[in-house]
Structures are given as structure tokens and as C-alpha cells.
């Protein structure tokens, strides 16, 4: 392996499509195989099948992985050796590590803000919790990413239809469209505490995005990013400027319980917790940049390894941020006042001093930035994969007009509704809330379907035991979001009970789905698989062409679910119109 910054195939001299190389599998561990489509008669038993070209949609996703420190060649082997592994990884590292770091974005930093500073650290538990949730819903995507070579709105529309297609695109359009203006907001409020005007502040930001995006070096981008990434740890500083207690936040990490009782507010607010830290946008981004980085299934295990120390450095950096307002303003009339993120540097200007608040400042810019940056690039890459245009970032601009057009479209968008004199903030960010309600459920069940289809993952789709964990992930997810949506549209509605009620339910159902689900594997067992054809090792395995995939047969059980998911799709996105409309002229 080397590490010489230089080396790369670019899009001007794209690499040959040439097969990937046939590593031996370690001693002891059996590889599971899947026979390629379509096998003819077998004569005898199955032989070793030649190793498969993996789908490429475009042709910059060939050749070397070009990373922020390192570079991998196309046509490397496996590699043995401490020191070998570690500047793989070094390499590889970096979609995992940012959409985790994107997803602490200014209303991230807000949320956990306000969680301090209202509840003290009784909310730390919330985010144990979700430790696991991230790493099985991205370690999903990983696999879709490198062993498919097509991106997650791809795999949708033409996995599940064209309907489901343009409803996952367009409703991510405008999802991240109006996130992209709260981390303006966020700008905003962060270069202001500086005594910046936002007319100043938030066209140099958008000018810098763009111009840090459309380099036309991979490289280059994740090297921008990664700076992001680096500055998110100035809330570990920030942490001990506050004076923390170290025996209430190990209490709260552990033990669940909320400063003031359970109600409706303390129910939404970990409603905003969950929702800010899981959502749609890191599934589409995440895949599709492992394929725009040419992680092919090989190195995998390295991309899980990212994905798992993403997970980890982004609950640290929001437990910091809870327990900074927690213990900077207990005892003050600032503590259960929260309004928003410019607000609470104020604070922290007042109870512990300009430099604090300063950093705290730089955390809350720093956060919108990335955010920003990630949010717009998976609406991009989201919208390559439907209308199949150039999507790389190893493009030039002049290259890849409309990949980068629509990047370019959304941040200038986003960053002049934000300068606009009375623009309706307040709705905009209810709208955040809601759509992500809407969004969620559908790419929870999408992925966990995607990650379950023989056809799409062969040896690697979902082992039970992860199914069965993931099942319950996504129906809590979609709970929540349900009650997120209810909440929104009807604001009286008592959160307590509906919560109360949505878990029995949940719980009867999981249930349910559970007995059923045993009774048909056992008439399963009765039956005989039998595989002809060559054979891959699982680590040669990727998807075969779209083209020669046969759709999947959907049981009257599931098409009564997935009309039962777009009625409440439907149902949801008129109500949410209406409300827009009442609170804009209200």
C-alpha cells in the first residue's frame, strides 16, 4: 500500500472496469456463496465461479481509493500486519466518521442545548440508547454501498418502483433543502455572537461550501471535511470549562429518568434527540460516498470500523454539549429558559466568560458547516442516481455540470432564504421536524428490505439475529416519528398517552410479527435448497447489473403494508401543507 497524495485515477484517465481480485479467504472461515443468475444445468458439482466486475454507474468510481490520508490501489490485496491495517484504515476512514460528525449539526447543537439547560444531564441515557441504533442502520448501508455499487435512491426505484423512487428523491429534496436553511440559521447566529452581520456571514459560507465541494479532487473534499470533523473536539475543552460532575453524568448515562417528571415537553424533546441524531439524509449519503471513494466489498470490515468510531465520537460530542449547559447554568435563571443556540452563547458569555462562549460559538459555526456540506452533497448524489447523470466528486465541475449545479443550487437557495428580511424561520424549522417524521419511516423499512433482498446482497444481506434487531430498531423509529408527526399537526394532542399507547401497541405487534415469523421459518425448514452453478467466496460476491435482477415478489402481507405506508405518506404531507399554510398566514 502507499500513501503518496498524487496517486489516483482521475475521471480524465478513468481506470480499467477490470475484475476484482481473488483474495484467499482466512483459514477456517468458510465463505457463504450464492449461485450467479440464471445458472444453466449443472453436470457434476458447482466449480469456482471467475471473480465478478462490480456495477459502476459511473466511471470515476474505478480505480484507487485517493483518501484524506492515504491512498489504496485499485487492485490491492487484503493487507496483514498491524501497520499494514493501520494505513488502510487511515485510507479508508472518512464517510462514516462524517455523516456520523454531519449529524451533530446546528439543530443537533441546538437540541442537546436545550437538553442541558432545561433537564440538566438526566437525558444522557437517550443517548446510549442510541449507540446501537446508529450502528445498525449505517452498517446496512455500508454493506448496500460497497457490495452494490449503485446508490440508495437508485436501489429504491428500481427495487421497489418508480413511485417509491421519486418519493424518496423528492421528499429528501425538500427535507434537506430546508435543514440546509437551519444551518444557516446557524450561521447566523454563530459569526453574530462575533458581531458579524449575517449578510456577510452567510454568503462567505455558502461561497465557501461550494468552492470547497466542486475542487474536483475527492481528496481535497475529505480533507475539507475532516477539518470539520477536528473542530467538533473543541466540546471536549469547552466540557471542562464548565466544571462538570463526573459521578452525575456516569448516574445518567445509566440510569433513565427525566428532571422533572415525564410530560409532553420532555417526550418531544427526546423525540428531537432521536430525530437529530438519526435521520434519512446519512443513509443516502453514506452509500453513495462509499461508492464515490471506490470502497469495494475487500475492505469492508475497515469501512464498519469508520462507521463504529463515527457512532462513538458523535454521542461523546453531544453528551459533552448536554452536560456544558447543564453545569454551566445550574443555579442561574438561565437554567429551563432555553430559546435558542445564540442565546445559550450569550449565557455562557455571562456565567463563565468571553472564551467559552467564544468556542462554544466556533462549535455551533463549525456544526452547520459540515452539516451544510453533507446534507447538500447527498441531495446530489440522490438526484445522479435517478437521472443518471455524472456524480462523482473526482469530476471537475465543467465534468459533472449538474451534479454540482444542484449542490450549488441548494446552497445559494437555502442561504438566501435566510437573508430575506422576515423570512418565516420559526415554520421553516417546525417543517424540519415533521418532514423528517414523514421521511423516516419509509427509509427505515426501505433499507431494512433493501438489506434482506437476495437478489441485491447474496451472502451478504442481514443474518437473523440482526434482523431481528434491526426489525425492533425500525419500529421504534417509526413510532416515534409518528408521534413527532401527530404533534405537529395536532399541538393539543396529549403526548403522554399517545406515547403510552403507541408503545403497547408497538410491543403486541412486534409480538405478533414474531410468532409469525417462527411459524413460517418452520415450514421453511421443510424445504430443500438446491444450488447449481458457480460459486463466489462472499468476499468476491457483489451485485450483478440492475438489468438482470428479477423484481421482487411482494406477499399480500407486505403490497397490504406498503399501501397501508404511502396512504400515511399521502395523508401526512397534506396535513403538513395545511399547517404550513395556517402558521405562514398566522
Same mark, same amino acid.
Given at each position: 500500500?502507499?500513501?503518496?497524495? !498524487?496517486?489516483?485515477?482521475?475521471?480524465?484517465?478513468?481506470?480499467?472496469?477490470?475484475?476484482? =481480485? !481473488?483474495?484467499?479467504?482466512?483459514?477456517?472461515?468458510?465463505?457463504?456463496?450464492?449461485?450467479?443468475?440464471?445458472?444453466?444445468?449443472?453436470?457434476?458439482?458447482?466449480?469456482?465461479?471467475?471473480?465478478?466486475?462490480?456495477?459502476?454507474?459511473?466511471?470515476?468510481?474505478?480505480?484507487?481509493?485517493?483518501?484524506?490520508?492515504?491512498?489504496?490501489?485499485?487492485?490491492?490485496?487484503?493487507?496483514?500486519?498491524?501497520?499494514?491495517?493501520?494505513?488502510?484504515?487511515?485510507?479508508?476512514?472518512?464517510?462514516?466518521?462524517?455523516?456520523?460528525?454531519?449529524?451533530?449539526?446546528?439543530?443537533?447543537?441546538?437540541?442537546?442545548?436545550?437538553?442541558?439547560?432545561?433537564?440538566?444531564?438526566?437525558?444522557?441515557?437517550?443517548?446510549?440508547?442510541?449507540? =446501537?441504533?446508529?450502528?445498525?442502520?449505517?452498517?446496512?448501508?455500508?454493506?448496500?454501498?460497497?457490495?452494490?455499487?449503485?446508490?440508495?435512491?437508485?436501489?429504491?426505484?428500481?427495487?421497489?418502483?418508480?413511485?417509491?423512487?421519486?418519493?424518496?428523491?423528492?421528499?429528501?429534496? $425538500?427535507?434537506?433543502?430546508?435543514?440546509?436553511?437551519?444551518?444557516?440559521?446557524?450561521?447566523?447566529?454563530?459569526?453574530?455572537?462575533?458581531?458579524?452581520?449575517?449578510?456577510?456571514?452567510?454568503?462567505?459560507?455558502?461561497?465557501?461550501?461550494?468552492?470547497?465541494?466542486?475542487?474536483?479532487?475527492?481528496?481535497?473534499?475529505?480533507?475539507?471535511?475532516?477539518?470539520?470533523?477536528?473542530? !467538533?473536539?473543541?466540546?471536549? =475543552?469547552?466540557?471542562?470549562?464548565?466544571?462538570?460532575?463526573?459521578?452525575?453524568?456516569?448516574?445518567?448515562?445509566? $440510569?433513565?429518568?427525566?428532571?422533572?417528571?415525564? !410530560?409532553?415537553?420532555?417526550?418531544?424533546?427526546?423525540?428531537?434527540?432521536?430525530?437529530?441524531?438519526?435521520?434519512?439524509?446519512?443513509?443516502?449519503?453514506?452509500?453513495?460516498?462509499?461508492?464515490?471513494?471506490?470502497?469495494?466489498?475487500?475492505?469492508?470490515?475497515?469501512?464498519?470500523?469508520?462507521?463504529?468510531?463515527?457512532?462513538?465520537?458523535?454521542?461523546?460530542?453531544?453528551?459533552?454539549?448536554?452536560?456544558?449547559?447543564?453545569?454551566?447554568?445550574?443555579?442561574?435563571?438561565?437554567?429551563?429558559?432555553?430559546?435558542?443556540?445564540?442565546?445559550?452563547?450569550?449565557?455562557?458569555?455571562? $456565567?463563565?466568560?468571553?472564551?467559552?462562549?467564544?468556542?462554544?460559538?466556533?462549535?455551533?459555526?463549525?456544526?452547520?458547516?459540515?452539516?451544510?456540506?453533507?446534507?447538500?452533497?447527498?441531495?446530489?448524489?440522490?438526484?445522479?442516481?435517478?437521472?443518471?447523470?455524472?456524480?462523482?466528486?473526482?469530476?471537475?465541475?465543467?465534468?459533472?455540470?449538474?451534479?454540482?449545479?444542484?449542490?450549488?443550487?441548494?446552497?445559494?437557495?437555502?442561504?438566501?432564504?435566510?437573508?430575506?428580511?422576515?423570512?418565516?424561520?420559526?415554520?421553516?424549522?417546525?417543517?424540519?421536524?415533521?418532514?423528517?417524521?414523514?421521511?423516516?419511516?419509509?427509509?427505515?423499512?426501505?433499507?431494512?428490505?433493501?438489506?434482506?433482498?437476495?437478489?441485491?446482497?447474496?451472502?451478504?444481506?442481514?443474518?437473523?439475529?440482526?434482523?431481528?434487531?434491526?426489525?425492533?430498531?425500525?419500529?421504534?423509529?417509526?413510532?416515534?416519528?409518528?408521534?413527532?408527526?401527530?404533534?405537529?399537526?395536532?399541538?393539543?394532542?396529549?403526548?403522554?398517552?399517545?406515547?403510552?399507547?403507541?408503545?403497547?401497541?408497538?410491543?403486541?405487534?412486534?409480538?405478533?410479527?414474531?410468532?409469525?415469523?417462527?411459524?413460517?421459518?418452520?415450514?421453511?425448514?421443510?424445504?430443500?435448497?438446491?444450488?447449481?452453478?458457480?460459486?463466489?467466496?462472499?468476499?468476491?460476491?457483489?451485485?450483478?447489473?440492475?438489468?438482470?435482477?428479477?423484481?421482487?415478489?411482494?406477499?399480500?402481507?407486505?403490497?397490504?403494508?406498503?399501501?397501508?405506508?404511502?396512504?400515511?405518506?399521502?395523508?401526512?404531507?397534506?396535513?403538513?401543507?395545511?399547517?404550513?399554510?395556517?402558521?405562514?398566514?398566522?
Amino acid at each position: 500500500m502507499t500513501t503518496d497524495p !498524487n496517486r489516483g485515477a482521475g475521471p480524465d484517465t478513468p481506470s480499467p472496469a477490470l475484475p476484482e =481480485p !481473488n483474495p484467499e479467504p482466512a483459514p477456517g472461515t468458510p465463505s457463504p456463496a450464492l449461485p450467479e443468475p440464471n445458472p444453466g444445468p449443472a453436470s457434476g458439482p458447482p466449480s469456482p465461479a471467475p471473480p465478478r466486475e462490480r456495477v459502476t454507474l459511473d466511471s470515476a468510481h474505478i480505480g484507487d481509493i485517493s483518501g484524506a490520508f492515504g491512498t489504496i490501489g485499485q487492485h490491492e490485496e487484503a493487507h496483514h500486519g498491524v501497520r499494514a491495517r493501520s494505513l488502510a484504515l487511515l485510507a479508508i476512514v472518512g464517510p462514516g466518521l462524517i455523516v456520523m460528525v454531519g449529524d451533530n449539526d446546528a439543530g443537533g447543537v441546538a437540541t442537546y442545548s436545550q437538553a442541558g439547560q432545561n433537564y440538566g444531564t438526566s437525558l444522557l441515557w437517550v443517548l446510549i440508547l442510541l449507540v =446501537p441504533v446508529l450502528i445498525v442502520n449505517q452498517e446496512m448501508v455500508v454493506r448496500l454501498g460497497a457490495v452494490t455499487g449503485v446508490g440508495h435512491a437508485k436501489l429504491i426505484n428500481e427495487r421497489f418502483g418508480r413511485f417509491w423512487g421519486w418519493f424518496s428523491v423528492g421528499d429528501l429534496f $425538500v427535507l434537506n433543502f430546508l435543514t440546509i436553511v437551519t444551518e444557516f440559521i446557524g450561521v447566523s447566529l454563530s459569526l453574530g455572537y462575533f458581531g458579524l452581520s449575517k449578510y456577510i456571514a452567510v454568503p462567505i459560507a455558502a461561497v465557501a461550501l461550494v468552492a470547497m465541494t466542486a475542487s474536483g479532487s475527492f481528496r481535497f473534499w475529505e480533507r475539507s471535511m475532516f477539518v470539520f470533523v477536528f473542530a !467538533n473536539l473543541l466540546v471536549i =475543552p469547552l466540557l471542562f470549562m464548565a466544571h462538570p460532575n463526573a459521578g452525575d453524568i456516569a448516574q445518567h448515562f445509566v $440510569v433513565p429518568g427525566i428532571e422533572g417528571g415525564a !410530560n409532553s415537553t420532555s417526550i418531544l424533546l427526546i423525540i428531537g434527540m432521536v430525530g437529530t441524531t438519526v435521520a434519512p439524509w446519512q443513509l443516502f449519503f453514506q452509500q453513495s460516498n462509499i461508492i464515490d471513494k471506490r470502497i469495494t466489498p475487500r475492505w469492508i470490515n475497515y469501512e464498519r470500523l469508520d462507521t463504529w468510531i463515527g457512532a462513538v465520537v458523535v454521542v461523546v460530542g453531544a453528551a459533552a454539549l448536554i452536560a456544558v449547559s447543564a453545569f454551566a447554568f445550574q443555579h442561574t435563571h438561565y437554567f429551563g429558559r432555553f430559546s435558542d443556540a445564540g442565546a445559550t452563547a450569550t449565557g455562557l458569555d455571562h $456565567v463563565l466568560g468571553s472564551i467559552p462562549a467564544a468556542i462554544f460559538a466556533v462549535v455551533l459555526l463549525n456544526a452547520s458547516l459540515i452539516g451544510a456540506g453533507a446534507l447538500t452533497l447527498s441531495t446530489s448524489y440522490a438526484f445522479g442516481d435517478v437521472f443518471g447523470t455524472k456524480s462523482s466528486l473526482h469530476r471537475s465541475f465543467a465534468d459533472a455540470k449538474v451534479f454540482y449545479g444542484i449542490f450549488s443550487a441548494l446552497i445559494v437557495g437555502a442561504a438566501a432564504i435566510v437573508l430575506i428580511p422576515g423570512a418565516p424561520l420559526g415554520v421553516i424549522t417546525l417543517a424540519v421536524q415533521a418532514l423528517a417524521g414523514v421521511l423516516l419511516p419509509s427509509a427505515s423499512v426501505f433499507l431494512l428490505l433493501l438489506c434482506n433482498d437476495r437478489e441485491v446482497l447474496g451472502p451478504w444481506r442481514n443474518a437473523p439475529w440482526l434482523n431481528i434487531l434491526a426489525i425492533v430498531i425500525v419500529a421504534v423509529l417509526v413510532l416515534l416519528s409518528l408521534i413527532l408527526m401527530a404533534t405537529t399537526v395536532f399541538p393539543n394532542i396529549d403526548v403522554t398517552a399517545v406515547s403510552l399507547g403507541g408503545a403497547a401497541a408497538l410491543g403486541v405487534g412486534l409480538a405478533a410479527a414474531g410468532l409469525l415469523s417462527l411459524r413460517s421459518h418452520r415450514g421453511a425448514g421443510a424445504v430443500t435448497e438446491i444450488e447449481a452453478g458457480p460459486k463466489l467466496p462472499k468476499e468476491q460476491w457483489t451485485m450483478p447489473p440492475l438489468a438482470l435482477l428479477a423484481r421482487p415478489v411482494w406477499s399480500t402481507g407486505r403490497k397490504v403494508a406498503m399501501l397501508t405506508l404511502r396512504g400515511y405518506l399521502v395523508v401526512s404531507v397534506v396535513l403538513l401543507i395545511v399547517k404550513a399554510v395556517q402558521l405562514g398566514g398566522g
